[in-house]
């Protein structure tokens, strides 16, 4: 005789605790700041993921993406050259804006792959460039890979003011 035959209310309460499970994942609302999207301006959705604070959460929601992105980040990180890294950007990426930094003190080490670079001092001024920059049918991804800065106290902070920005349009 099988375990499922002798204990058949195992099997019950095994699929009851999934079936719990199913319905709590899909009531899930999303959270702020981790892929919300923030507004569609002219049919480009702006997607705030100001939580991700590391690259491996940046480059979890970009493999998300569908369509042509463009990233805005906050910080390059020297593992931008590792090969799966490349990968996920190759396919993914059409233009990475990087913001709070000047042209003068951006290193371009670890990004070979990005063909389209743009720097701006401000987020503000990134959330506009990326508009310019977005085809069509692409997706603009604020997921910044690195921990607040640049004038904001925390990713709360850095979101809304994405938020802000993309409002402005």
């Known amino acids: 005789m099988s375990s499922e035959q002798e204990h058949p209310s195992l099997r019950t309460v095994g699929d009851g605790l999934v079936d719990a499970r199913r319905a709590a994942l899909s009531a899930h609302e999303p959270v702020s700041h981790s892929l919300e999207l923030v507004a569609s301006v002219n049919g480009i959705p702006f997607i ?38 490349q990968d996920i950007i190759r396919e993914k990426v059409s233009a990475v804006v990087l913001f709070g930094r000047s042209p003068d003190e ?12 743009y720097v701006t001092d401000e987020l503000r001024t990134a959330v506009f460039l990326a508009n310019e920059l977005v085809a069509p049918d692409g997706t603009v991804l604020f997921s910044p890979a690195c921990p607040s800065g640049n004038g904001f106290a925390n990713y709360e902070e850095r979101g809304a003011e994405f938020k802000r920005a993309v409002r402005d349009l």
């Open 48 to 85: 705030n993921d100001s939580k991700a604070t590391f690259l491996d959460a940046a480059l979890g929601s970009l493999a998300q993406m569908t369509g042509n992105v463009v990233w805005i980040v906050g910080d390059l990180s020297n593992e931008l050259d590792e090969g799966y890294v």
């Open 106 to 117: 951006m290193e371009r080490e670890g990004i070979a792959s990005v063909e389209h670079l």
